[in-house]
């Protein structure tokens, strides 16, 4: 028979090896770091520009990043920086390189949620995330699952529990009670409202001092940030129900949105929130901050079942949250929450697979226009090597068969681009930030 000291003598057993994993995978020249891209993808793939056009602007103007051109090749290789410089710098045709971006407002935030694990949360997201970051946007990555990913595979694994989304939220409480309590001693007496006590637990990691920026890390891409996660968060889960209980007041699933609420507006332009694969109070969270919800699922009849269960939940969940109407706090979105944009999006589907098809015609007769009209196509250039999952965008197309790269790169662009028109749609629908 095995009860907790067996499953906790186990767990100290795999900490051990753990520490081992990371030492082998994550050895300092093991560091993620993001490769140039040549003047072929800048034209053609990057700035979408006449290629002799721009190589000649390139020529014209040495003042301009020259890139830096391999022993053997006749390329040039532009770091991410440098594309940056360029794209402010000149104009083609007259016409500016910079992408939309509405003063005024702040970053539009996009949750990809599902409860059906591998339904392609983590893929989508962090491809999301650096065909953004190519196309000139400055890039939040959120990591609201503990399973950590988007984390491991933005470079991130020495994270600790106080840095996620459970230490913005915890942070939050902390701030939140402590607000209220001194709201509470302002009042006139006779109103007298609770003073709520926090334990030392809480109170003493200091959480309350921890300012906006500290939960924000770099990675190997220069406007790409996250927040990343650890498993350790998934402890959140169950101290959530606890902390609610000590401040019955807090609004526990407006944490999230009014930490985002205090980043300056211009900070970034896109906001990837990618989800757990369940409803707790982390995924709550993030749905709440939400303004548009992407759903992926996978192209098969399972797929099909856990993504309908999971519409079916979050509405009761949704339905739920609206309980709370009067705790929200005033600047935060009102309840019943409202979503700018709902989409579901087929990932892992072949093109040639009867089923895939029938299958998307299923989701298109169901869901009409929410289908995005690009799916995500499997591809084995994505396939997860181990923890870590590189982005087409990452890997260097003469690592594999051109062909595979750029089939697999077109696909994804096309996901992007779609995604990138119900963004700016959503920028429109925003109201200018006071
Ligand atoms: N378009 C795709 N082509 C091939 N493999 C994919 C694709 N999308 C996801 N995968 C693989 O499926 C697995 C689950 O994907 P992931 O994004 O981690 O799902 P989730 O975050 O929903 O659990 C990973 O091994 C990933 O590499
Ligand atoms: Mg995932």
New binding site residues.
Partial sequence: MFDHTDLARMQSQSLKMQGWIRQQTFSPDHEKTLRRFSSWELGELIFKVNQSTLRGRLAAEPALPQGLVEEDGRQRWYSLEEINEIRRRIRISRKSLMPHRPAGKRAVRAAIA?F???????????HFAHAAALDGYRVLAVDF?P?A?LSHSMGLSDVSEEYTVWGIMARDLVRETEAANSAAVGAESGTALPQRSLPAGIRDLGLGDLRVGDFIRPTAWPTVDVIPSCANAAFVEFASAQYRHLNPEWSFFAAVSRYLDAIPDDAYDLIVF?CP?AIGYQSMNAVFAADMLYI?SGPGYWEYDSTTSFIGQLSEALEDLARFSSLVPAGTPSLPKAFLDVRFLL???EHGNDLHRAMKTAFERVFEDRVCQHP?????????SGRF?SSIYEMDYRDMTRETWRR?RA?FDQAYDEFKGNVVACWDQMEEAS
């Fill in positions: 599902n059906k694990g591998g339904a392609g949360k983590s893929t989508v997201a962090l699952d399973q990913t990618d694969p992926p990932t892992r589907f995500v196509e499997m591809t084995r250039a994505v396939e997860q999952l697999a696909s």
